[in-house]
């Protein structure tokens, strides 16, 4: 597989794990009205702890495209007979 093909498997495989990852753990100031700021929107995050979760979506995506790439590697699966089928 060339180079810039696994990069680019990688950034897809990470954006669709890091909107997986997102909405885990978020407590919004509507589901705890009592400790929630006054002036702000309701669906609105108390914490994003975005750093946490960008660090657990690049793990999992490693994890992944790593298998990804080793399936498509090892030829389990004929990709190229399979795109040129008529």
Sequence with gaps: MHPVSMFIVFIMVWWSVLFCVLPVGLATTYENVDEGE?????GAPK????????????MISFVLWTIICLV???????FKAW???D
Aim: net charge neutral.
């Design 83 to 85: 795109a040129l089928q």
């Design 72 to 78: 498509i590697e090892s030829d389990v699966i004929d």
């Design 38 to 42: 006054e002036n702000s929107a309701p």
């Design 47 to 58: 914490t994003l702890n975005m750093k946490k979760k960008l660090k657990i979506t690049t």
